[in-house]
């Protein structure tokens, strides 16, 4: 039974299958047609600062700063001013168009880089994978720095138009042009554009810490392997390979947690305000824990039966201890491995945990020489490792949430080859694992989508206000338009430009992310892998498989990225495509038309039109996209159930109870309340 439930989780997660449940997990943070929705009233907004500048002309030069202005050319112009915005949003639409079809591109070839260094990785010469693995993972690099400059160009473009209208609006307070409640609501808007740019600069900073960060706990990892291992009495292969699984999860954990961070960032941590660290990273180093915690508990827990608490199979007769033994080691380690970071909740949680479980182990290390205890303590000792697991589940249920990692996550690829080419299996309780991994799955998944459909609730709500905002300007008469409605229209403008220039900063920090994965690997792991002696100990699963284990896991997460990246391209080329790049276009000729001619009307009006109709046609897009993810993740979930389920004896009412608990538990918005 074991060897099937592990057959078939290995199944349900190879690679295809990970980059696609990444897509699912990452897709309300990631469906750009959606953040693409504000385009068409950007370059509306656009065509009818066209059509005012035509207007009566006056200077904003009454009170310039002291060093002059940084991004206005023409400040004794306010109609020059105004074709200055349009000219540079017509070269940000272009130039977003160009640089996204180029990484579409780019991230086309990624794949297969990552199929040669997975072949040069499978097969066994260590010589072959220090030559030339380096060589595919600096591809991948390359990859990723030129699509990060592509990104960071591209977001400097549509923070040129937003740093125009931003000065531009601050010379007409300057020059006194308005007044009252005009003022404050300009001023005001100002203010949330700084803020969210200040946003952004913390955001970044942020990624540059993320290099550090995986570093640190890659080498954490090497380190806690080899301390185990020495430590690992001859005999105990399967304690240890459950341990080193736990370990894998972590690094799995760290990676999910550092790609996602961008979205983490923008739901909010987890963490409730009055204790947060402030520093994501820290949390996602907490709750990377939260593998090898549950893997603990759950080696515990292996010796009960039923109501029982198997003392032949707890206690190793021929080395006279407890094979709970390793498992206590590992406890303090891992509370030293988060001792350096700020209080938390989520390190609380943590600690407490691994007290319990050193307490746990002491108590049964006292009876196990013996085989026996009173009756009501083998009660509570029993109630008190149920509960541990429980906890740990919570934690680890909560670990997925903030990290956005699936839940069943594929054996890395050497640790699975030992395991199937040698009689044992990671994990006798296989069959309870596999329960708790379904229902959480499907708890994670119903989350996503209600996420998903609040966004497009919230989207469907902006794109009514925009389509109105569209009807109105496109009933406006040149006669009509006074200083104030331009004005509301530039604001409305830097508003819809500030909403697209936000997910190119995101696009920056993914290429960020593959960037630092990689430097990683062929500045630290490959390096361990490189050092590492072969040396004799008891586990065949030795440093040097952990090592390329540890590469695999940093090269698919990269690919994984790109794949992810490519799927977000792909949208955005089809996007622009079909609903923007005529329209910039349009605004293009409408730039240097005649304004007194009738051709100019025209072209205005039709650009009103079509810019209503890729509103229109965004929406449709949203809400199609939509109904391909509920699809997906609807077949997901009952691949799983025919796959996975169906193998599965049926479970005991407590034990499902106890794990639909945990799990209810781990993905509340309220984490806190689950942990008390």
């Avoid at 072949?119 to 220090?130: R, S």
């Avoid at 909403?499 to 630290?524: A, D, G, P, Y």
């Avoid at 608990?661 to 509340?668: D, L």
């Amino acid at each position: 039974m074991e060897s099937q439930i592990a057959k078939t989780c290995q199944s349900l997660t190879k690679a295809e299958e990970m980059r696609n449940q990444t897509k699912l997990v990452m897709q309300p943070y990631a469906n750009w047609e959606e953040y693409l929705a504000p385009a068409p009233l950007s370059i509306a907004i656009m065509g009818e600062l066209v059509f005012i500048s035509s207007n009566t002309d006056f200077s904003i030069n009454k009170n310039p700063p002291k060093g002059g202005y940084k991004f206005i050319k023409y400040p004794d112009s306010f109609r020059a001013c105004l074709m200055q915005v349009c000219n540079s949003g017509w070269w940000a639409f272009n130039e977003a168009h160009k640089n996204m079809d180029q990484i579409r591109l780019h991230t086309m070839a990624v794949p297969d880089y990552m199929k040669t260094a997975v072949k040069i990785l499978f097969q066994g010469n260590d010589e072959v994978v220090e030559a030339h693995l380096p060589d595919q993972l600096e591809n991948i690099r390359v990859i990723a720095d030129d699509c990060l400059v592509l990104a960071d160009t591209t977001e400097k473009r549509f923070s040129d138009v937003i740093n125009i209208i931003q000065e531009l609006l601050e010379a007409c307070i300057n020059a006194e042009h308005f007044y009252g409640e005009e003022l404050e609501e300009v001023k005001k808007k100002l203010e949330e554009t700084k803020l969210r740019e200040q946003s952004a600069k913390a955001e970044k900073k942020l990624s540059e810490k993320a290099a550090k960060a995986l570093e640190r706990e890659l080498q954490e990892a090497q380190e806690s392997y080899s301390k185990a291992m020495d430590s690992l009495p001859s005999g105990w292969d399967m304690i240890g390979m459950d341990f080193v699984a736990g370990v894998t999860g972590g690094i799995t954990g760290v990676l999910n947690g550092i790609t996602s961070f961008g979205s983490l960032f923008r739901k909010g941590c987890k963490e409730s305000k009055k204790d947060s660290t402030g520093d994501p990273f820290d949390e996602i180093s907490i709750y990377s824990k939260s593998a090898e915690i549950l893997t603990c508990a759950e080696s515990i827990q292996r010796y009960v039966h039923e109501n029982e608490i198997s003392w032949k199979d707890l206690y190793d007769q021929k080395k006279k201890v407890p094979k709970t033994d390793f498992v206590k080691k590992q406890f303090p380690r891992i509370i030293s491995s988060i001792d350096k970071i700020p209080n938390c909740s989520p390190k609380q949680e943590a600690q407490r945990l691994c007290k319990e479980g050193v307490n746990i182990c002491k108590e049964l290390a006292k009876y196990a020489p013996d085989g026996k205890c009173e009756e009501a303590t083998m009660e509570e000792l029993i109630q008190k490792i149920r509960n541990l697991t429980e906890s740990a589940r919570r934690f680890d249920c909560t670990s997925k949430d903030v990290t956005n990692s699936p839940s069943l996550i594929p054996r890395p690829p050497m640790m699975h080859q030992v395991e199937s080419t040698s009689d044992m299996s990671a994990s006798q309780r296989a069959t309870e694992n596999a329960r708790f991994r379904i229902e959480q799955s499907r708890a994670q998944l119903d989350k996503i989508r209600e996420s998903y459909e609040k966004n497009t609730e919230k989207m469907e709500k902006n794109e009514k206000e925009l389509t109105d905002i569209l009807v109105a300007m496109r009933s406006c008469e040149l006669k009509e338009i006074d200083f104030n409605t331009t004005i509301q229209m530039l604001v409305k403008g830097m508003d819809a430009m500030g909403r697209v220039k936000e997910q190119w900063e995101k696009m920056v920090r993914f290429f960020q992310m593959v960037s630092n994965i990689v430097k990683t690997s062929l500045s630290r792991t490959l390096k361990d892998f490189a050092s590492t002696s072969e040396k004799t100990q008891s586990l065949s699963y030795n440093s040097k498989l952990f090592s390329k284990d540890l590469l695999y896991s940093q090269a698919f997460q990269a690919s994984n990225i790109a794949s992810l990246v490519h799927m977000i391209s792909a949208t955005y080329t089809e996007v622009s495509d079909k609903y923007l790049i005529d329209r910039v276009s349009s605004l293009g000729k409408l730039m240097v038309m005649d304004k007194t001619k009738p051709e100019f009307e025209q072209e205005r009006l039709q650009l009103q039109n079509s810019c209503t109709e890729a509103q229109k046609g965004i929406l449709d897009l949203v809400r199609k996209n939509k109904d391909e993810f509920e699809r997906k993740s609807k077949l997901r979930l009952e691949k799983i159930d025919k796959e996975l389920l169906a193998i599965l004896p049926p479970a005991a009412p407590e034990e499902m109870k106890s794990i639909q608990a945990a799990v209810k538990g781990g993905f509340t918005e309220d984490e806190e309340a689950g942990y008390y």
